[in-house]
């Protein structure tokens, strides 16, 4: 429940029906402490309900001690919560990178029954109200993400890497 409350104050979720509403591709949410969602949108027949599937969420590295000391500075965190959700955060999984786009892809299979390729995904960054600002769409988190799984790709030796992954222009805007 508490990474459902993590998504939902994100403040986004309307944000993710809309996209959902209007594309048929995952989208992948990134927080710029790194945090990361994937959504898949799936609309009743009916159009009597929206059903949006998340996974997440998942970390591509540890939160170092100073960001988790940043993420605690927000007054909606009560004190006596902090102790609480430093586990949580800390319970968050390490996912490699092109490891989580894989998992996204056969999320949106098993909604969609539709096979999609890395690069027909949306990537988002859902900044704080006060990075909002910047009128920047990408963040580091977006460029850690995208370099990390152009590395593991690498080092694996894949020779498909460029139909796996999202164009650097698509990723980091």
């Excluded at 007054?75 to 959700?85: C, G, T």
């Excluded at 909604?111 to 960054?125: C, D, L, N």
Aim: glycine share 6%.
């Amino acid at each position: 429940a508490i990474y459902d409350t993590l998504f939902r104050s994100s403040g986004r979720l309307d944000e993710a029906i809309a996209f959902g509403r209007e594309n048929s591709g995952p989208l992948i949410i990134t927080t710029k402490y790194g945090l990361m969602w994937s959504v898949i949108y799936e609309q009743d027949e009916d159009a009597e309900a929206d059903l949006l599937y998340t996974l997440g969420p998942v970390l591509s590295s540890p939160l170092m001690e100073e960001t988790i000391a940043d993420i605690l500075k927000n007054p909606q965190i009560r004190a006596s919560w902090k102790p609480k959700f430093i586990r949580y955060l800390k319970a968050i999984k390490i996912i490699p990178v092109p490891e989580f786009f894989r998992d996204t892809m056969m999320l949106h299979y098993c909604v969609t029954g539709r096979y999609i390729k890395a690069s027909e995904m949306t990537f988002q960054s859902f900044e704080e109200p006060d990075d909002a600002s910047s009128g920047r769409r990408g963040n580091y988190a977006d460029f850690f993400a995208f370099e990390s799984g152009i590395i593991n790709y690498i080092r694996t030796g894949d020779i498909h890497y460029k139909e796996k992954i999202p164009s650097a222009s698509s990723t980091l805007h």
